[in-house]
């Protein structure tokens, strides 16, 4: 502690590690402590949070508790998937795109309560210190940052437990614990750490928490369609939804039918594989319909820049850099791609699986005319000699001076 702190916004979920930090950084810091606790969709009561942080000493004006999941949907889900964004050609960042948006709230709340630093409680090893500390800086460059897993010696569960008991915080038993480490919002649930530590391992059945298994799903098809406009779902079979309804609805059909099950090893930030298992269920179908209307609307190059951007862009995302210029820059240059991505997709759900069924657009760049393979009165086919023959110029020069 180089310098005094008088006032820390703290994320704060009312588990374990944040009722352990919150008490922890009034101990150590001997300064004024503010929650912030974020419903991003996690499906768990958020106001025990306010009851807890109160117990703990909180004043009643320094619980902020915000309902987040329409702002979430639509200002960090969906710009993402305009970009059709996979990291590392599977994971579709449901972890990575919610930490921007806490530490853009915990940056406001600390900028209203004249606080001087934010605190989270991600540990020295993940990505999650990266992401809300860069957000953090980008927004306030002036704030501290007080991470106790990078401090303290409480590195262990048992050490956690010890020290809410020595100081009464309250420890909630809710029948038997998981042994995943996880984190949910209305994008993906996470599950980390127990047997999925061991890569060789096949992860249990019952730690599936939103989606039934493949195998048991239902034996029949569901056709469902999705309408888009400029680029963002905007309703299901012909009814309009917000951005975080139609999410919650995508995820019970897409779960319903066993689909966005994903077991991956990733390259984290900080130099570490790591082992993890993610549902998305919603995700998964947002993502196969709103390329199966691209593949109507978008012009050829505007497709093929776009994915050859996009693993650059599921980096920046990955890595924490939604606030850097380049981010902001490849965003706009995405969003300008997608004024004419409006229709509608049809789908298939089934065993795990999203089956296309069909998409429609008024914008199609998909001209029967042209393409068909009957007679037509708008080709010549014999253009198409003279751009091989262009297109081969450098190999036949090429050839004549080298021949093999």
């Known amino acids: 502690m180089s310098k005094k702190i008088n006032k820390i916004v703290l994320a704060y979920s009312g588990g374990l590690d944040t009722s352990v930090i919150l ?39 320094n619980i902020f508790i915000k309902d987040l999941k329409e702002e979430f949907v639509r200002d960090y889900v969906f710009p993402i ?6 990291y590392e050609g599977e994971y579709l960042l449901g972890t990575s795109i919610a930490r921007p948006l806490i530490a853009k709230h915990l940056v406001e709340i600390a900028k209203e309560v004249g606080a001087d630093a934010i605190s989270h409680g991600a540990t020295g090893k993940g990505n999650d210190q990266v992401r809300f500390e860069l957000g953090g800086y980008a ?9 106790p897993w990078r401090e303290w010696d409480l590195n262990s569960r048992e050490k956690l437990l010890a020290y809410a008991e020595k100081h009464g915080i309250p420890i909630e038993k809710k029948g038997k614990k ?12 996470s599950y980390e750490g127990g047997i999925l530590e061991d890569p060789a391992s096949e992860p249990e ?44 609805e995508l995820n019970r059909l ?5 689909i966005g099950r994903l077991d991956l090893v990733e390259n984290r930030y900080v130099g570490m594989k790591s082992r993890g298992c993610y549902e998305t269920p919603g995700g998964t179908i947002l993502l196969k319909a709103h390329r199966a209307i691209e593949s109507l609307t978008l012009d050829r190059e505007e497709t093929h820049l776009k994915d050859e951007m996009m693993p650059r862009y599921a980096s920046l995302i990955y890595n924490g850099y939604w606030f850097s210029p380049e981010r902001r820059a490849l965003q706009a240059l ?8 409006t229709g509608s997709v049809g789908l298939k759900l089934y065993k795990g699986n999203v089956i296309l069924a069909g998409r429609t657009s008024e914008r199609s760049l998909f001209n029967t005319a042209y393409s068909t ?18 297109n081969a110029l450098r190999f036949i020069i090429a050839g004549k001076a080298n021949p093999s």
């Open 23 to 61: 008490k922890w950084l009034q101990e150590q810091y001997q300064c004024e402590v503010v929650t912030f606790t974020a419903d991003i969709g996690q499906g768990e009561e958020v106001e025990p949070a306010r009851a807890k942080a109160k117990l703990l000493g909180i004043k009643e004006e």
């Open 81 to 86: 998937f305009r970009a059709n964004t996979l």
């Open 139 to 147: 927004l306030m460059p002036d704030v501290k940052v007080v991470a």
């Open 178 to 189: 998981s042994p995943y480490s996880m984190d949910a919002n209305l994008l993906h649930i």
């Open 205 to 248: 059945e019952d730690m599936w928490r939103w989606s039934v298994s493949p195998l048991d799903a239902p034996d029949a098809p569901e056709r469902i369609t999705i309408e888009f406009e400029r680029g963002d779902a905007v309703g299901i079979n012909g009814v309009k939804m917000s951005p975080a309804t139609l999410l919650a």
């Open 254 to 258: 897409g779960g319903k039918h066993g």
């Open 334 to 341: 995405i969003d300008e791609t997608q004024k004419n991505v």
């Open 373 to 390: 393979f009957e007679e037509d009165s708008v080709y010549n086919q014999k253009d198409a000699e003279g751009f091989i023959k262009l």
